[in-house]
């Protein structure tokens, strides 16, 4: 068996397959001392460094791993269980040596980089002196990434794989090297009174040098054509063209006016979960609308707004979900480029059980932006819910390869609905361990995949976890607002909630 953990991949007998980045982690974390036992202790701090999960994470994720090797617990070929002390790599490990047909053994740890243009745009400088603008340049950086990521012809890293790096920004080739590109963007951004200063640069990092590099002085209300410039720019000297085809660019229609696009930018920039955050985001982007009537994203913004509301709050008003529905059908009708609009638009179709609808939505998001990781993931979800779950596993495989980042709790906790669909119950809980959230789903999910690899004190467990968050559950209520196409997967999920204790 060879083991690529720069692709995240195991090559035995002939076969490829690909492995949750947390896994391989994992994998790689025992192979590295490879015969000494690791507590369950230890693992959690090498592998779980940068998040707080329980114990759970790691038995769930060392069931998942033997399940993938095709490992038996009881006479282990690869990991054993040392009782009361953690896990060891039993099988011997060496150096993947090539041979002429194969890729030499420092390209087998190093990153890969995708024959196309690889390109990340780090985060611009906010250079107005003033800490309260940081939305603006935040802003414009997303923009460029936004409009760069519909170019099929290049490979463009995530925004959170970028802000994730803006502590690093003075090295351009560490930048390139971690997230396995050949070009970066820097650029800066200063509001003087009615005027903005925007100076962008394109660097090759395998050289150092700079491709090109340009500064825009220009009246605020000038924004939008400079940041088309840019991305213009950009894709004409990457792609190789010296002029960007009318039929290729994108017909995103930027707004017609400055305070309109701020207010955007701002609400955007705000914590959505956050109750005053989402009050004040909602009145940003109605003032958006306000200002200019025209502008799609706006409209969108709100949608998305009004539907979180109708998720959280009870469901026997529709009135909500009607009104997202009809703002997200206005956004469409002014930018039908908007991939966002359409991926939204697929879950509330999904909501009022139009299953043909909701995937014909997600799948025309994807062809707008197929480097989008939302849209990517988002057609999982629908998927899973259609009953199409080998396909779902592989949009949300899909959704971290664009985004290694990509990190949405909700996202999780679909993979892991996937998973139990196909009864892989413990690769579902190496999923739902990921979601950093305290909230009875999870909780539920968790206990009812426990119950089902007969490990009852862990489902009790996590049915106490969900009856505390949520003392009056009821799987009933709970699996009738799952939108399941499939009666029998609404069925199945209820007999797995209620064999853990969960109330019906």
Not at 23 to 51: F, P, T
Request: contains cysteine; neutral net charge.
């Amino acid at each position: 068996m060879r083991v690529d953990p720069a692709l995240d991949e195991i090559r035995k007998d002939g076969r490829i397959t690909k492995l949750e980045p947390k896994a391989m982690q994992l994998l790689m974390c025992l192979a590295g001392q490879a015969g000494r036992v690791l507590s369950v202790g230890e693992l959690l701090d090498q592998v779980w460094k940068d998040v707080i999960v329980s114990q759970d994470s790691v038995y769930a994720a060392v069931a998942a791993l033997r399940r993938t090797l095709g490992d038996n617990p009881k006479k282990p070929k690869y990991i054993a269980n040392v009782v009361r002390r953690g896990y060891r790599l039993v099988a011997p490990v060496s150096a993947w040596v090539n041979t002429p047909a194969e890729p030499t053994a420092s390209a087998i740890l190093a990153p890969t980089v995708p024959e196309k243009p690889s390109i990340v745009v780090m985060p611009f400088l906010n250079l107005s002196g003033d800490p309260a603008q940081e939305y603006f340049s935040n802003g414009i950086t997303e923009d460029i990434i936004t409009e760069l990521s519909r170019w099929r012809s290049l490979a463009v890293r995530s925004r959170s794989a970028s802000f994730q790096n803006r502590s690093v920004t003075d090295d351009v080739k560490q930048v390139a090297r971690q997230l396995a590109v050949r070009f970066v963007v820097e650029g800066s951004v200063r509001r003087m009174g009615e005027r903005i200063r925007i100076s962008v640069q394109l660097i090759d990092a395998e050289t150092g040098s700079h491709v090109w590099n340009e500064k825009f002085d220009r009246r605020q209300d000038e924004i939008f054509q400079v940041l088309d410039r840019v991305v213009q720019t950009i894709v004409s000297t990457l792609v190789g063209r010296v002029q960007v085809s009318v039929n290729e660019r994108s017909r995103r229609k930027p707004p017609t006016n400055l305070a309109a696009y701020e207010c955007v930018l701002k609400g955007n920039a705000l914590p959505w979960d956050d109750p005053a955050g989402a009050a004040e985001a909602t009145r940003l982007v109605e003032k958006a609308i306000e200002l200019d009537p025209g502008y799609a994203l706006a409209h969108t913004l709100l949608a998305a707004l009004t539907y979180s509301r109708w998720e959280e709050g009870p469901r026997s008003s529709d009135a909500a979900l009607d009104k997202a529905y009809a703002l997200l059908m206005r956004a469409i009708e002014l930018d039908d480029s908007e991939s966002t609009g359409h991926a939204l638009l697929a879950n509330i179709f999904l909501q009022r059980r139009s299953f043909s609808l909701a995937v014909r939505y997600s799948r025309r998001a994807i062809e707008i932006n197929p480097n989008n990781q939302w849209n990517m993931a988002d057609l999982g979800s629908i998927l899973t819910y259609v009953g199409e779950n080998e396909e779902a596993l592989a949009c949300f495989s899909r959704a971290r390869e664009i985004d290694p980042y990509f990190d949405e709790p909700w996202y999780w906790r679909a993979a892991g609905l996937a998973h139990m669909n196909v009864d892989r119950y413990a690769e579902a809980l190496e999923s739902l361990s990921h979601a950093r959230v305290r909230a009875f789903p999870y909780a539920a999910l968790a206990a009812g995949c426990h119950a089902r690899l007969g490990d009852m004190p862990r489902a009790k467990a996590n049915v106490a976890e969900c009856l505390a968050i949520l003392p009056g559950y009821s799987t009933t209520e709970f699996v009738s607002k799952q939108p399941f196409k499939i009666h029998a997967d609404a069925e199945r999920l209820s007999a797995t909630l209620r064999l853990a204790g969960l109330p019906s």
